[in-house]
T-cell receptor, first 116, second 114 residues
Framework: DAGVIQSPRHEVTEMGQEVTLRCKPISGHDYLFWYRQTMMRGLELLIY????????DSGMPEDRFSAKMPNASFSTLKIQPSEPRDSAVYFCASSFTGFETTDTQYFGPGTRLTVL | GENVEQHPSTLSVQEGDSAVIKCTYSDSASNYFPWYKQELGKRPQLIID?????GEKKDQRIAVTLNKTAKHFSLHITETQPEDSAVYFC?????????????FGAGTILRVKS
């Protein structure tokens, strides 16, 4: 398996523009997580899905952020309009509800977002 | 909900010495405690984990201990090497209530001086 795939790896945009980040989880995984990482705030959980259904979006900073998971192999995180304070590395992670030895959470390579 | 505190925030050790990072958690129902290592510019990667039915687990130079009564767990790295330099995150999970959601500590920057 190729692991969790994220695109783009780097995104530079101007304030006010719409940004869409994409994630493909590991095949067969039923949980998907979106995290944001900054020096100031560390690793923050934004939202997570179980079987494509959003379970907890309490970490989403404000209405400018939205996430979808239309099927088991794809999720998007959208920021509209983007602001400079959204600059961060965004990680997607997935895991499988199975036996104890298989429920590790695996991270994607991340998307480095810079909003000018 | 769960809250995880991690100490110290930074740790410098001489190559060959041991390093210990400690975490405390608040939810007594949490039953899974992984440790992740994140090298500069890379993704967090699992290095070791422990479940609530054991008190200690070892993997070569890395060990994790768990004290359920005191609600704390620790990462021990022996014979540190320069490649151990990274940010280390602890996490806790209450699977019964929150499924596979992890609550992370703030991270420890480990510097191994050669």
């Amino acid at each position: 398996d190729a692991g969790v795939i994220q695109s783009p790896r780097h995104e530079v945009t101007e304030m006010g523009q719409e940004v869409t980040l994409r994630c493909k989880p590991i095949s067969g995984h039923d949980y998907l997580f979106w995290y944001r990482q900054t020096m100031m705030r560390g690793l923050e959980l934004l939202i997570y899905f179980n079987n494509n259904v959003p379970i907890d979006d309490s970490g989403m900073p404000e209405d400018r952020f939205s996430a979808k998971m239309p099927n088991a192999s794809f999720s998007t995180l959208k920021i509209q309009p983007s602001e400079p304070r959204d600059s961060a590395v965004y990680f997607c992670a997935s895991s499988f509800t199975g036996f104890e030895t298989t429920d590790t959470q695996y991270f994607g390579p991340g998307t480095r977002l810079t909003v000018l | 909900g769960e809250n995880v505190e991690q100490h110290p925030s930074t740790l410098s050790v001489q190559e060959g010495d041991s390093a210990v990072i400690k975490c405390t958690y608040s939810d007594s129902a949490s039953n899974y405690f992984p440790w992740y290592k994140q090298e500069l510019g890379k993704r967090p990667q699992l290095i070791i984990d422990i479940r609530s039915n054991v008190g200690e687990k070892k993997d070569q130079r890395i060990a994790v201990t768990l004290n359920k009564t005191a609600k704390h767990f620790s990462l021990h790295i022996t014979e540190t090497q320069p490649e151990d330099s990274a940010v280390y995150f602890c996490a806790a999970r209450n699977a019964m209530e929150y499924g596979n959601k992890l609550v992370f500590g703030a991270g420890t920057i480990l510097r191994v001086k050669s």
